[in-house]
Protein backbone atom coordinates (compact mmCIF):
# COMPACT_ATOMS: atom_id res chain seq x y z
CA UNK A 1 0.00 0.00 0.00
CA UNK A 2 1.58 3.31 -1.13
CA UNK A 3 2.25 6.13 1.66
CA UNK A 4 -0.32 8.62 -0.72
CA UNK A 5 -3.08 6.16 -0.43
CA UNK A 6 -2.61 5.46 3.27
CA UNK A 7 -2.77 9.50 4.05
CA UNK A 8 -6.07 9.43 1.78
CA UNK A 9 -7.50 6.75 3.55
CA UNK A 10 -6.76 7.88 6.64
CA UNK A 11 -8.67 11.43 6.23
CA UNK A 12 -11.38 9.73 4.55
CA UNK A 13 -11.62 7.34 8.04
CA UNK A 14 -11.17 10.50 9.85
CA UNK A 15 -13.65 9.05 12.17
CA UNK A 16 -11.19 6.25 13.26
CA UNK A 17 -8.73 8.62 14.36
CA UNK A 18 -11.13 9.86 17.53
CA UNK A 19 -9.24 9.22 20.80
CA UNK A 20 -10.65 6.32 22.66
CA UNK A 21 -10.63 5.77 26.32
CA UNK A 22 -10.65 1.72 25.46
CA UNK A 23 -8.64 0.14 23.24
CA UNK A 24 -9.68 -0.87 19.70
CA UNK A 25 -8.46 -4.04 18.49
CA UNK A 26 -7.67 -6.88 16.01
CA UNK A 27 -7.91 -10.30 16.39
CA UNK A 28 -6.88 -12.47 12.93
CA UNK A 29 -6.96 -15.90 13.34
CA UNK A 30 -5.27 -18.55 10.77
CA UNK A 31 -7.12 -21.64 10.24
CA UNK A 32 -4.97 -25.12 10.43
CA UNK A 33 -1.26 -23.37 10.72
CA UNK A 34 1.14 -25.16 13.11
CA UNK A 35 3.23 -22.95 14.72
CA UNK A 36 6.75 -24.44 13.07
CA UNK A 37 5.44 -23.24 9.84
CA UNK A 38 6.75 -19.26 10.78
CA UNK A 39 9.55 -18.26 10.62
CA UNK A 40 9.53 -16.54 13.66
CA UNK A 41 9.26 -19.77 15.34
CA UNK A 42 12.13 -20.66 13.25
CA UNK A 43 10.15 -22.55 10.12
CA UNK A 44 11.78 -21.84 6.40
CA UNK A 45 8.29 -20.53 5.17
CA UNK A 46 8.45 -16.70 4.49
CA UNK A 47 5.91 -14.95 6.95
CA UNK A 48 7.16 -11.20 7.22
CA UNK A 49 3.92 -9.85 8.87
CA UNK A 50 4.42 -12.38 11.69
CA UNK A 51 8.11 -11.23 11.74
CA UNK A 52 7.30 -7.41 11.85
CA UNK A 53 4.52 -8.76 14.72
CA UNK A 54 7.78 -10.32 16.54
CA UNK A 55 9.77 -7.20 16.36
CA UNK A 56 7.24 -4.97 18.15
CA UNK A 57 5.35 -7.09 20.24
CA UNK A 58 5.92 -10.50 22.42
CA UNK A 59 5.74 -13.88 21.02
CA UNK A 60 4.34 -16.64 22.73
CA UNK A 61 6.01 -19.50 22.52
CA UNK A 62 3.60 -22.13 24.57
CA UNK A 63 -0.26 -20.95 23.51
CA UNK A 64 -2.28 -24.05 23.13
CA UNK A 65 -6.02 -24.61 22.07
CA UNK A 66 -8.20 -26.68 23.90
CA UNK A 67 -8.76 -28.57 20.60
CA UNK A 68 -7.05 -30.20 17.48
CA UNK A 69 -10.38 -29.40 15.81
CA UNK A 70 -12.00 -26.75 13.93
CA UNK A 71 -15.89 -26.33 15.67
CA UNK A 72 -13.92 -27.15 19.03
CA UNK A 73 -11.38 -24.79 18.93
CA UNK A 74 -13.19 -21.82 17.65
CA UNK A 75 -16.05 -22.76 20.52
CA UNK A 76 -13.73 -22.89 23.15
CA UNK A 77 -12.16 -19.67 22.47
CA UNK A 78 -15.93 -17.79 22.47
CA UNK A 79 -17.05 -19.53 25.53
CA UNK A 80 -13.81 -19.61 27.80
CA UNK A 81 -14.88 -23.37 28.19
CA UNK A 82 -13.46 -26.77 27.60
CA UNK A 83 -15.38 -28.57 25.17
CA UNK A 84 -17.07 -30.86 27.73
CA UNK A 85 -18.23 -28.01 29.22
CA UNK A 86 -19.89 -25.97 26.45
CA UNK A 87 -20.55 -28.77 24.18
CA UNK A 88 -19.16 -28.91 21.12
CA UNK A 89 -17.09 -31.93 21.49
CA UNK A 90 -17.05 -33.01 18.02
CA UNK A 91 -16.06 -31.22 15.08
CA UNK A 92 -19.70 -30.31 14.01
CA UNK A 93 -21.39 -30.63 16.63
CA UNK A 94 -22.66 -27.07 18.11
CA UNK A 95 -21.69 -25.61 20.81
CA UNK A 96 -24.36 -25.11 23.30
CA UNK A 97 -25.76 -21.45 22.95
CA UNK A 98 -25.95 -20.07 26.05
CA UNK A 99 -22.24 -21.02 26.52
CA UNK A 100 -21.27 -18.43 23.86
CA UNK A 101 -20.91 -15.13 25.14
CA UNK A 102 -17.17 -13.61 25.30
CA UNK A 103 -18.39 -11.55 22.41
CA UNK A 104 -21.81 -10.49 24.50
CA UNK A 105 -19.11 -9.42 27.09
CA UNK A 106 -17.33 -7.23 24.66
CA UNK A 107 -20.01 -5.42 23.85
CA UNK A 108 -21.00 -5.02 27.37
CA UNK A 109 -17.88 -3.77 27.55
CA UNK A 110 -18.39 -0.71 25.47
CA UNK A 111 -17.30 -2.83 22.27
CA UNK A 112 -18.52 -2.97 18.66
CA UNK A 113 -17.63 -6.90 17.64
CA UNK A 114 -17.20 -7.36 13.50
CA UNK A 115 -16.53 -10.43 12.55
CA UNK A 116 -15.04 -10.96 9.01
CA UNK A 117 -14.52 -14.83 7.10
CA UNK A 118 -14.32 -17.66 9.77
CA UNK A 119 -14.15 -16.97 13.16
CA UNK A 120 -16.58 -19.18 14.13
CA UNK A 121 -17.39 -22.38 13.03
CA UNK A 122 -19.43 -23.49 10.00
CA UNK A 123 -23.40 -21.44 10.53
CA UNK A 124 -22.30 -20.99 14.39
CA UNK A 125 -21.50 -17.15 14.29
CA UNK A 126 -25.35 -16.44 14.70
CA UNK A 127 -25.44 -17.31 18.16
CA UNK A 128 -21.98 -15.35 19.06
CA UNK A 129 -23.79 -11.99 19.05
CA UNK A 130 -21.58 -10.10 17.02
CA UNK A 131 -22.76 -6.59 15.86
CA UNK A 132 -21.48 -7.42 12.26
CA UNK A 133 -20.64 -10.86 10.28
CA UNK A 134 -19.37 -10.99 7.01
CA UNK A 135 -18.79 -14.76 6.77
CA UNK A 136 -17.40 -14.72 3.51
CA UNK A 137 -13.89 -16.42 3.15
CA UNK A 138 -11.86 -14.37 0.35
CA UNK A 139 -11.55 -11.02 -0.15
CA UNK A 140 -10.66 -10.37 3.36
CA UNK A 141 -9.24 -6.97 3.05
CA UNK A 142 -11.54 -5.89 0.67
CA UNK A 143 -14.59 -6.48 2.84
CA UNK A 144 -12.66 -5.15 5.57
CA UNK A 145 -12.00 -1.74 3.84
CA UNK A 146 -15.60 -1.58 2.84
CA UNK A 147 -17.26 -1.83 6.58
CA UNK A 148 -14.50 0.67 7.62
CA UNK A 149 -15.37 3.32 4.54
CA UNK A 150 -19.15 2.79 5.82
CA UNK A 151 -18.67 2.66 9.34
CA UNK A 152 -20.03 5.56 11.65
CA UNK A 153 -20.13 4.18 15.29
CA UNK A 154 -17.70 5.76 17.08
CA UNK A 155 -17.49 2.50 19.97
CA UNK A 156 -14.15 1.03 20.20
CA UNK A 157 -13.82 -1.34 17.95
CA UNK A 158 -12.44 -5.02 18.14
CA UNK A 159 -12.21 -6.70 14.71
CA UNK A 160 -12.29 -10.01 13.96
CA UNK A 161 -10.64 -11.33 11.10
CA UNK A 162 -10.54 -15.29 10.58
CA UNK A 163 -8.80 -16.54 6.87
CA UNK A 164 -9.37 -20.04 5.47
CA UNK A 165 -5.71 -20.22 4.74
CA UNK A 166 -3.95 -22.67 5.61
CA UNK A 167 -6.88 -25.04 5.75
CA UNK A 168 -7.30 -27.63 2.66
CA UNK A 169 -7.59 -27.53 -0.07
CA UNK A 170 -4.27 -26.15 -0.80
CA UNK A 171 -3.96 -23.72 -3.53
CA UNK A 172 -2.67 -25.24 -6.77
CA UNK A 173 -0.25 -22.12 -6.99
CA UNK A 174 3.51 -23.26 -5.01
CA UNK A 175 5.87 -20.09 -4.43
CA UNK A 176 8.35 -22.49 -2.94
CA UNK A 177 10.66 -25.15 -4.88
CA UNK A 178 9.07 -29.11 -3.92
CA UNK A 179 12.74 -29.77 -4.48
CA UNK A 180 14.43 -27.16 -2.00
CA UNK A 181 11.92 -27.27 1.31
CA UNK A 182 12.56 -29.14 4.04
CA UNK A 183 9.94 -31.69 5.08
CA UNK A 184 8.95 -32.76 8.84
CA UNK A 185 10.94 -35.25 9.81
CA UNK A 186 8.54 -37.99 10.44
CA UNK A 187 6.75 -37.11 6.82
CA UNK A 188 7.15 -40.18 3.96
CA UNK A 189 9.99 -37.76 1.91
CA UNK A 190 7.71 -38.58 -2.10
CA UNK A 191 7.40 -36.23 -4.92
CA UNK A 192 4.11 -35.71 -3.91
CA UNK A 193 4.56 -34.72 -0.53
CA UNK A 194 7.08 -32.56 -1.36
CA UNK A 195 4.65 -30.77 -3.99
CA UNK A 196 1.34 -30.65 -1.18
CA UNK A 197 4.01 -29.84 1.40
CA UNK A 198 4.96 -26.33 -1.08
CA UNK A 199 1.19 -25.94 -1.84
CA UNK A 200 0.71 -25.63 1.91
CA UNK A 201 3.50 -23.15 2.74
CA UNK A 202 2.13 -21.06 -0.11
CA UNK A 203 -0.92 -20.88 1.88
CA UNK A 204 0.52 -19.84 4.72
CA UNK A 205 2.45 -16.94 2.97
CA UNK A 206 -0.66 -16.12 1.54
CA UNK A 207 -2.41 -15.75 4.62
CA UNK A 208 0.69 -13.71 6.01
CA UNK A 209 0.51 -11.22 3.59
CA UNK A 210 -3.68 -10.84 3.90
CA UNK A 211 -2.95 -10.06 7.40
CA UNK A 212 -0.64 -7.31 6.14
CA UNK A 213 -3.13 -5.57 4.26
CA UNK A 214 -5.60 -5.81 7.23
CA UNK A 215 -3.42 -4.30 9.56
CA UNK A 216 -2.43 -1.50 7.00
CA UNK A 217 -6.32 -0.63 6.95
CA UNK A 218 -6.75 -0.59 10.58
CA UNK A 219 -3.66 1.59 11.26
CA UNK A 220 -4.68 3.99 8.43
CA UNK A 221 -8.61 3.63 9.73
CA UNK A 222 -7.16 4.48 13.32
CA UNK A 223 -5.09 7.34 12.25
CA UNK A 224 -2.11 5.43 13.93
CA UNK A 225 -0.91 2.21 15.40
CA UNK A 226 -2.40 2.48 18.94
CA UNK A 227 -4.20 -0.47 18.89
CA UNK A 228 -4.13 -3.86 19.86
CA UNK A 229 -3.01 -6.78 17.12
CA UNK A 230 -3.19 -10.39 17.69
CA UNK A 231 -2.82 -13.20 15.44
CA UNK A 232 -3.21 -16.84 16.25
CA UNK A 233 -4.49 -19.97 14.68
CA UNK A 234 -6.95 -22.86 15.80
CA UNK A 235 -4.45 -25.83 15.21
CA UNK A 236 -1.89 -27.23 13.98
CA UNK A 237 -2.25 -28.13 9.80
CA UNK A 238 -4.27 -30.97 8.56
CA UNK A 239 -0.91 -33.40 8.22
CA UNK A 240 -0.51 -36.86 9.80
CA UNK A 241 0.27 -36.25 13.40
CA UNK A 242 -0.80 -32.33 13.23
CA UNK A 243 -4.54 -31.86 13.13
CA UNK A 244 -6.95 -33.67 14.74
CA UNK A 245 -3.93 -35.20 17.40
CA UNK A 246 -2.65 -33.80 20.84
CA UNK A 247 1.64 -34.12 20.04
CA UNK A 248 2.34 -30.32 20.31
CA UNK A 249 2.17 -29.99 15.88
CA UNK A 250 -1.68 -30.06 16.20
CA UNK A 251 -1.95 -28.27 19.44
CA UNK A 252 1.28 -25.36 20.20
CA UNK A 253 -0.25 -22.68 17.94
CA UNK A 254 1.62 -19.56 17.00
CA UNK A 255 0.24 -16.46 18.61
CA UNK A 256 1.94 -13.35 18.70
CA UNK A 257 0.58 -10.13 20.56
CA UNK A 258 1.64 -5.79 19.54
CA UNK A 259 0.24 -3.30 21.34
CA UNK A 260 2.47 -0.06 21.20
CA UNK A 261 3.30 1.38 24.95
CA UNK A 262 1.70 -1.74 26.52
CA UNK A 263 3.20 -4.62 25.30
CA UNK A 264 7.11 -4.38 25.11
CA UNK A 265 8.37 -5.09 21.65
CA UNK A 266 10.76 -7.29 20.73
CA UNK A 267 10.41 -10.08 23.36
CA UNK A 268 9.16 -13.89 23.57
CA UNK A 269 7.64 -15.81 26.54
CA UNK A 270 7.45 -19.13 27.99
CA UNK A 271 4.22 -18.68 29.69
CA UNK A 272 2.08 -21.36 29.15
CA UNK A 273 -1.76 -19.95 28.18
CA UNK A 274 -4.64 -21.64 26.03
CA UNK A 275 -7.53 -20.43 24.13
CA UNK A 276 -9.56 -20.26 26.41
CA UNK A 277 -7.64 -17.57 27.90
CA UNK A 278 -7.78 -15.10 25.30
CA UNK A 279 -11.05 -13.36 26.22
CA UNK A 280 -10.77 -13.31 29.93
CA UNK A 281 -7.33 -11.19 28.95
CA UNK A 282 -9.15 -8.77 26.59
CA UNK A 283 -11.90 -8.26 29.08
CA UNK A 284 -9.33 -7.24 31.68
CA UNK A 285 -7.71 -5.43 29.54
CA UNK A 286 -10.54 -3.20 28.64
CA UNK A 287 -12.19 -2.93 32.32
CA UNK A 288 -14.77 -5.87 31.30
CA UNK A 289 -15.72 -8.63 33.18
CA UNK A 290 -15.68 -12.48 32.19
CA UNK A 291 -18.01 -14.82 33.65
CA UNK A 292 -17.47 -16.37 37.03
CA UNK A 293 -17.48 -19.65 36.21
CA UNK A 294 -15.13 -20.36 32.96
CA UNK A 295 -11.97 -22.15 32.59
CA UNK A 296 -10.60 -19.55 30.89
CA UNK A 297 -8.12 -16.76 32.70
CA UNK A 298 -6.27 -13.90 32.03
CA UNK A 299 -2.95 -13.64 30.89
CA UNK A 300 -3.06 -9.68 31.13
CA UNK A 301 -0.22 -9.32 33.41
CA UNK A 302 2.44 -11.78 30.83
CA UNK A 303 1.33 -9.42 28.08
CA UNK A 304 2.22 -6.21 30.37
CA UNK A 305 5.53 -7.85 31.36
CA UNK A 306 4.23 -8.00 34.61
CA UNK A 307 4.16 -11.74 35.27
CA UNK A 308 6.73 -14.56 33.46
CA UNK A 309 3.98 -17.86 34.31
CA UNK A 310 0.60 -18.48 33.78
CA UNK A 311 -0.75 -22.17 33.81
CA UNK A 312 1.49 -24.96 35.33
CA UNK A 313 -0.76 -27.29 32.53
CA UNK A 314 -2.65 -27.60 29.42
CA UNK A 315 -5.03 -29.94 29.31
CA UNK A 316 -6.44 -30.71 25.63
CA UNK A 317 -8.97 -32.83 24.33
CA UNK A 318 -10.38 -34.60 20.98
CA UNK A 319 -13.18 -36.36 20.34
CA UNK A 320 -13.91 -36.83 16.03
CA UNK A 321 -15.28 -35.79 13.16
CA UNK A 322 -18.51 -37.73 12.79
CA UNK A 323 -17.45 -40.75 11.02
CA UNK A 324 -13.81 -39.44 10.44
CA UNK A 325 -11.04 -39.60 12.86
CA UNK A 326 -13.13 -41.22 15.29
CA UNK A 327 -10.07 -41.61 17.76
CA UNK A 328 -10.54 -40.12 21.55
CA UNK A 329 -7.80 -38.78 23.36
CA UNK A 330 -7.04 -36.86 26.09
CA UNK A 331 -3.73 -34.71 26.96
CA UNK A 332 -2.53 -33.01 30.08
CA UNK A 333 1.04 -31.16 29.22
CA UNK A 334 3.58 -29.35 31.77
CA UNK A 335 6.29 -27.61 30.41
CA UNK A 336 8.44 -30.28 30.33
CA UNK A 337 5.79 -33.67 30.19
CA UNK A 338 3.39 -34.59 28.31
CA UNK A 339 0.73 -37.34 28.92
CA UNK A 340 -1.63 -38.27 25.85
CA UNK A 341 -4.62 -41.23 26.79
CA UNK A 342 -6.04 -43.28 23.63
CA UNK A 343 -9.14 -44.29 24.82
CA UNK A 344 -9.75 -46.85 21.50
CA UNK A 345 -6.14 -48.37 21.24
CA UNK A 346 -7.71 -51.94 19.75
CA UNK A 347 -9.09 -49.19 16.64
CA UNK A 348 -7.07 -47.24 13.94
CA UNK A 349 -6.34 -43.77 14.45
CA UNK A 350 -7.29 -42.03 11.05
CA UNK A 351 -8.72 -38.85 9.26
CA UNK A 352 -9.66 -37.30 6.56
CA UNK A 353 -6.56 -36.96 4.70
CA UNK A 354 -6.01 -40.73 4.94
CA UNK A 355 -9.63 -41.63 4.27
CA UNK A 356 -10.47 -39.44 1.02
CA UNK A 357 -7.05 -38.43 -0.34
CA UNK A 358 -8.30 -35.91 -2.03
CA UNK A 359 -6.21 -33.01 -4.12
CA UNK A 360 -4.79 -30.41 -2.47
CA UNK A 361 -4.90 -32.16 0.69
CA UNK A 362 -3.91 -35.70 1.18
CA UNK A 363 -3.60 -37.38 -2.16
CA UNK A 364 0.09 -37.52 -1.35
CA UNK A 365 -1.25 -40.93 1.17
CA UNK A 366 -1.35 -43.26 -2.09
CA UNK A 367 2.65 -42.56 -2.29
CA UNK A 368 3.39 -42.94 1.15
CA UNK A 369 1.37 -46.35 0.68
CA UNK A 370 3.29 -47.47 -2.23
CA UNK A 371 6.57 -46.37 -0.70
CA UNK A 372 6.05 -48.15 2.49
CA UNK A 373 5.75 -52.01 0.29
CA UNK A 374 9.34 -51.70 -0.25
CA UNK A 375 11.14 -48.93 2.67
CA UNK A 376 10.60 -50.57 6.03
CA UNK A 377 11.29 -46.58 7.18
CA UNK A 378 8.24 -45.72 5.95
CA UNK A 379 6.00 -49.05 6.65
CA UNK A 380 6.56 -47.89 10.37
CA UNK A 381 5.58 -44.18 10.19
CA UNK A 382 2.30 -45.56 8.44
CA UNK A 383 1.81 -48.00 11.16
CA UNK A 384 2.65 -45.00 13.94
CA UNK A 385 0.00 -43.36 12.45
CA UNK A 386 -2.61 -45.72 12.13
CA UNK A 387 -2.02 -47.67 15.49
CA UNK A 388 -1.43 -45.69 19.04
CA UNK A 389 -0.84 -47.10 22.34
CA UNK A 390 -2.93 -46.91 25.11
CA UNK A 391 -0.56 -44.14 26.61
CA UNK A 392 1.75 -42.15 25.04
CA UNK A 393 4.13 -40.10 27.20
CA UNK A 394 7.47 -37.62 26.42
CA UNK A 395 10.31 -35.86 28.36
CA UNK A 396 9.86 -32.61 25.65
CA UNK A 397 13.25 -31.77 27.15
CA UNK A 398 14.58 -34.13 25.93
CA UNK A 399 12.51 -35.17 22.86
CA UNK A 400 10.56 -31.91 21.63
CA UNK A 401 9.73 -33.93 18.71
CA UNK A 402 7.29 -36.13 20.35
CA UNK A 403 9.41 -39.50 19.03
CA UNK A 404 10.45 -41.49 21.79
CA UNK A 405 7.02 -43.23 23.90
CA UNK A 406 8.21 -43.18 27.32
CA UNK A 407 5.33 -44.93 28.53
CA UNK A 408 7.15 -48.73 29.57
CA UNK A 409 9.91 -46.16 30.84
CA UNK A 410 10.33 -47.14 34.75
CA UNK A 411 12.26 -43.85 35.34
CA UNK A 412 9.46 -41.85 34.67
CA UNK A 413 6.89 -44.44 36.56
CA UNK A 414 6.11 -42.05 39.09
CA UNK A 415 5.62 -38.95 37.03
CA UNK A 416 3.56 -41.28 34.78
CA UNK A 417 1.48 -42.12 37.47
CA UNK A 418 0.85 -38.40 38.69
CA UNK A 419 -0.20 -37.02 35.39
CA UNK A 420 -2.88 -39.84 34.90
CA UNK A 421 -4.25 -38.72 38.08
CA UNK A 422 -4.00 -35.33 37.10
CA UNK A 423 -6.07 -35.91 34.18
CA UNK A 424 -8.66 -38.05 35.71
CA UNK A 425 -9.62 -35.14 38.08
CA UNK A 426 -9.88 -32.81 35.19
CA UNK A 427 -12.15 -34.93 33.44
CA UNK A 428 -14.05 -35.77 36.29
CA UNK A 429 -14.40 -31.64 37.43
CA UNK A 430 -15.03 -31.55 33.27
CA UNK A 431 -17.80 -34.05 33.19
CA UNK A 432 -16.35 -35.52 30.38
CA UNK A 433 -17.48 -38.71 29.46
CA UNK A 434 -15.60 -39.23 26.15
CA UNK A 435 -18.84 -38.92 24.38
CA UNK A 436 -18.72 -40.96 20.35
CA UNK A 437 -20.45 -39.50 17.52
CA UNK A 438 -19.81 -42.70 15.73
CA UNK A 439 -18.12 -46.14 16.80
CA UNK A 440 -14.58 -46.22 15.97
CA UNK A 441 -12.78 -49.02 13.40
CA UNK A 442 -11.33 -51.92 15.03
CA UNK A 443 -7.86 -52.67 13.94
CA UNK A 444 -8.65 -56.44 13.32
CA UNK A 445 -10.62 -54.62 10.39
CA UNK A 446 -10.30 -52.43 6.70
CA UNK A 447 -8.37 -49.06 6.97
CA UNK A 448 -10.96 -46.44 7.30
CA UNK A 449 -9.83 -45.74 3.77
CA UNK A 450 -11.07 -49.09 2.43
CA UNK A 451 -14.13 -48.48 4.10
CA UNK A 452 -14.88 -45.14 2.52
CA UNK A 453 -13.25 -45.38 -0.88
CA UNK A 454 -11.69 -42.31 -1.53
CA UNK A 455 -14.09 -39.03 -2.75
CA UNK A 456 -11.75 -37.30 -5.22
Known amino acids: MNERWVMALGLVFCVGALAAEKPNMVIFLADDHGRAECQVYGGEVRTPMMASLAKDGLVFDHAFVASPACGPSRSALLSGLMPARNGAEGNHVKPRP ?3 VMVKHLKQAGYEVVAFGKVAHNNYATMMGFDHDFPKKTGLAENVEKFLKQRTSQKPLCLMVGDRRPHVPWTKQMDYDPAKITLPAHFIDTPETREHWARYLTDVTGMDDE ?4 DELAEAYFGNRDYLFMYTADHGGQWPFGKWNLYDA ?70 GDVKMN ?67 FFD ?41 EHQPYPLSGPTPHEIQPSNK
Open 211 to 214: MRRV
Open 98 to 100: ETQ
Open 326 to 392: VYPMRSVRTERFKYIRNTHPDCYHSNHSDIHRKDGAGAYWDSWDAAAKNNPEAKAVIQKYYQRPEIE
Open 250 to 319: GINVPMIVRWPGKVKPGTRTDAMVSWIDIFPTLLELVGGESPADIDGRSFANVLTGKAEKHRDAIFTTHT
Open 396 to 436: LEKDPQEQINLAGNPEYKAQIAKMSAMLDDWMKEQGDTIRL
